[in-house]
C-alpha cells in the first residue's frame, strides 16, 4: 500500500542516492553533455515509471542538466511508491554512465532549490482570488482552501503563499521570498549570504528556517524540511 511519508523518513530513504527533499518532493539534477543527452535522461526516467510516470514524475529538460521531481498527485506529497521510483531511476541512470546527485558534488554552480513568493496580508482570503487571477494560477492538489498556497499549473513560476498579519506593517516590505534548499547544504548557503553583506534576522526557528536580509532590510528565508515533521 502507498504510504505518504513525512519528511524526515522521505529524506532518509533517498539521501544516499543525491536525492533531496523539498517542500512535499524528492529532486534531483542530472548533469548531462548535451540536449540529446538529456533527452536520453527523460525517456529513461519515464520508461522506468510507465504508466505512473504521469502521476509521480515531473521533468525539466535543459541542455545540460535535467531535472527530476517525483511526487504523488493523488497525495499532494512524497510516498513509499515515490521513494520506490527513485531507487529505480538512480538504478536505471547508472546503466547510462550518470548519477542522480546533487550538481553542487559535480562542480555546478548550485544544487536543487524552491523559490516561493510570501505576501503578508490581513484578509488572506480577499486577495488570493486577486493573486491566483493576475498570475494565471491555480490550487494547489489537496490545498483548495480560502487562505491555502496558490502555484502555476506550468511549473513555471514560484509558488506563493500568505502569511497572516495581525496588524498593518507599513515600514516593511510585504512580500519575502522563501528559499528551500537541502538540509545539507542551507547553512554553507547562509554564510555565502552573510559574507556578501546580508545580516541574520532571526535562527529563532532554525532549521526549518532562517530569515535573512540585505542592507535595506529586505528579507528572504533559507528554509529546510527540518524541524516541521513534529
Known sequence: METKLNGSRASEAVADLGWRFLLGSLRT???VGSP???IEVAARAVAVCGDEAEGHLIIDVRPRRVLLVLQSSAHAGVTTRDVDLA???STALRGLGLRTEPEIATGAP???QLLELAIDALDIAGIRPFWKAVLGYADEAGAEGPRDPIV???GQGPAIWFQQMDAPRPQRNRIHLDLSLPHDEALSRIGEALAAGGRLVSEERAPAFWVLADREGNE???TTWQGRDG
Request: hydrophobic content about 50%.
Open 29 to 31: 539534477a542530472v548533469p
Open 36 to 38: 540529446a543527452r538529456a
Open 87 to 89: 531507487h529505480q531511476i
Open 110 to 112: 548550485r544544487s536543487v
Open 152 to 154: 502555476d499549473p506550468l
Open 220 to 222: 528572504v528565508c533559507v
